[in-house]
Structure formats: C-alpha cells, structure tokens
C-alpha cells in the first residue's frame, strides 16, 4: 500500500522558516509525480509545487516562486518542501501527494491518487 507521513509544520512569524517533510512507503521515488498542496480555510486545496521525477522536472505556483524549494532523498524516499520568507497568506494545511502517473496534471489535486494526513502551517503577522 501507498503511504505518505507528512511533518514539519508549525507556527512562525512573518519572514520566517519552514521545512515540511513527506516520508513514503509503498513506491520508490523513480518514476512518479511526487507534490506538495495546501488548503486554506473555506479555499480550495490548490497545488504549491511538485517534481515529475522521471524528467525532475519541478513546478511551483506562482505565489511561492522563489521562496519554496522542492527536492527529495531517493534513498529515504522522502519529499521535502523548504518555505523560506513565510508570508501570513501561506498559512493553510499542506498535504503531500502522489501518483503512479509520472506526469499527472500538477494543477489539478483530484487527479492525484495518494495523500498524507496534512500538517498544519501557521503563518503570523
């Protein structure tokens, strides 16, 4: 079975850091799509970035572009995303995600197969 444990999230100030990991059981990191999304209360889960590992391809929104990197250890088969600059609009409930479809469609969360637990991110002003 297809597992994903998602950790890190927190409460930080404005500016501040976070790392968000996502440990997987189930598959190797070859050849899927691997990502990260967030749901902020009374908003639709929206994609945040994600890595098509067969090309290593990365995409993230726009929103986070230049603030959140997205890598991953392929000996630990764990996902991480850095959160650098955290803006209070970035608080929400992030959740890591997968699918078996190396290039399933990043901007579309109902397309993805496997979904850890969520870890909450509390962004203060």
């Known amino acids: 079975d297809v597992q994903l444990q998602a950790s890190g999230g927190g409460v930080v100030q404005a500016g501040g850091s976070l790392r968000l990991s996502c440990s997987a059981a189930?598959?190797?990191?070859?050849?899927?799509?691997v990502g990260w999304f967030r749901q902020a209360p009374g908003k639709e889960r929206e994609g945040v970035s994600c890595?098509?590992?067969?090309?290593?391809?990365?995409y993230y929104t726009d929103s986070v572009k230049g603030r959140f990197t997205i890598s991953r250890d392929n000996a630990k088969n764990t996902l991480y995303l850095q959160m650098n600059s955290l803006k209070p609009e970035d608080t929400a409930v992030y959740y890591c995600?997968?699918?078996?479809?190396?290039?399933?469609?990043?901007?579309?969360?109902?397309?993805?197969?496997?979904w850890g637990q969520g870890t909450q991110v509390t962004v203060s002003s």
């Open positions: 995600a997968a699918d078996l479809i190396w290039n399933v469609q990043y901007g579309t969360p109902t397309a993805w197969d496997y």
């Open positions: 890595i098509y590992l067969r090309t290593g391809r990365t």
């Open positions: 189930g598959f190797t990191f070859d050849d899927v799509a």
